[in-house]
């Protein structure tokens, strides 16, 4: 049999790492014949709770679970990673600003970048989860001068599901029939779900929906707010769906999208698109190899050319913004 993976989790005792760790373990993360040995990072005072989680999944008895850690000390937690899945994260208390948010995670990302670059594995690939995880990306990447930039990259395939599902509802499909569904940008209020270049059945999805008033009024906010309609119903924020979209990301990331089409990704921008270089945003992508690319050659109309650059300069701010606290 393969000898096992190591795939470090921060977070590993909240609400995401509840749902994920129980599918990396299973297998889903990469594939039926790949054991795996988790490392799984939290705060001090979670460390009790964590090892409940531990408990349990000793308690499944998973064929390919060949260990589990758990620290709360990130060079601990990431030695000989070659997948590190970044869910922990601050979140926005109230009345909390912008600045103090991106401080705060900054704190967390610098440290763990460094530990990253330190003691991960040669072939790592970062996966952020925790929010505002674009920008917590960058910040990693920026910290970690022995990891090739291209191996941080940040969670907008939550997004790119939600959206699938939505046009499969509407039109009454399989979600299998919707294809090349792109999210571009930041994962925040400012993404752009891209319905021009989506198929439906292996037609155009606009002409198969035929609405464009649904694409603008209802599809677009839907899944630009979907986060805050599971909290509004469920009194949580998305986790299962979260942890779901994580697997799917890393997944397809480290064995390939085949041809299955595109998938979104937000990555370190080379300037496609007229994405300022640099930025960690999400684009529609294709992986073979363990390499991901970024789709060329989309003609982008004026429509969604206005979203794109929306969503690009929100990460342009906070790119600022980051720079200005010192933290890349
Ligand atoms: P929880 O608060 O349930 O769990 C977070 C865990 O991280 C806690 O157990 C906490 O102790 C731990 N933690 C905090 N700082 C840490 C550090 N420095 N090192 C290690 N562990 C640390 O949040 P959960 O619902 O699991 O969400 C986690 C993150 O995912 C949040 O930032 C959230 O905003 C983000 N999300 C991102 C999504 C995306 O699509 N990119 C969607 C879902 C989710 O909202």
């Not at 330190?118 to 917590?136: K, Q, S």
């Not at 909290?231 to 299962?240: D, N, Q, T, V």
């Not at 007229?274 to 989309?298: D, K, M, R, Y």
């Amino acid at each position: 049999p393969a000898s096992p993976v190591r795939v470090a989790v921060t977070g590993a005792a909240g609400q995401i790492g509840y749902s994920l760790l129980f599918r990396i373990a299973s297998g889903q993360l990469l594939g039926p014949d790949q054991p795996v040995i988790l490392q799984l990072l939290e705060v001090t005072p979670a460390l009790g709770a964590l090892r409940g989680v531990v408990m349990e999944l000793e308690d499944c008895a998973f064929p390919l679970l060949a260990g589990v850690t758990t620290s709360d000390d990130a060079n601990v937690a990431f030695g000989d990673a070659e997948i590190a899945l970044l869910v922990g994260a601050r979140p926005r208390s109230k009345g909390m600003e912008r600045k103090d948010l991106l401080e705060a995670n900054g704190a967390i990302f610098t440290v763990q970048g460094k530990a990253l670059s330190d003691n991960a594995a040669a072939g790592i690939r970062v996966l952020v989860v925790g929010n505002p995880a674009n920008t917590n990306a960058l910040i990693a990447q920026q910290s970690a001068p022995n990891i090739p930039a291209e191996r941080f990259t940040a969670m907008t395939r939550l997004d790119q599901n939600r959206a699938k599902a939505q046009v499969a509802g509407k039109v009454g499909v399989p979600v299998t029939e919707v294809r090349d569904l792109a999210i571009w940008g930041n994962h925040s209020a400012t993404q752009y779900p891209d319905l021009f270049h989506a198929t439906v059945g292996g037609r155009p999805a606009m002409d198969v929906i035929g609405d464009r008033t649904w694409m603008e009024k209802e599809f677009i906010p839907t899944v630009q707010q979907r986060g805050a309609a599971i909290i509004e119903a469920r009194g949580a924020s998305s986790a299962a769906s979260a942890a779901s979209a994580a697997i799917d990301h890393v997944h397809d990331w480290v064995l390939g999208t085949g041809d299955g089409g595109w998938v979104s990704m937000a990555v370190p921008s080379d300037g496609s698109y007229g994405v300022p270089e640099g930025l960690i945003s999400s684009f529609p992508v294709t992986c073979a190899g363990g390499q991901w690319s970024i789709v060329q050659g989309l003609e982008i109309d004026e429509f969604s050319r206005g979203r794109i650059d929306a969503s690009a300069a929100e990460l342009g701010e906070e790119r600022a913004a980051v720079r200005e606290l010192g933290l890349i």
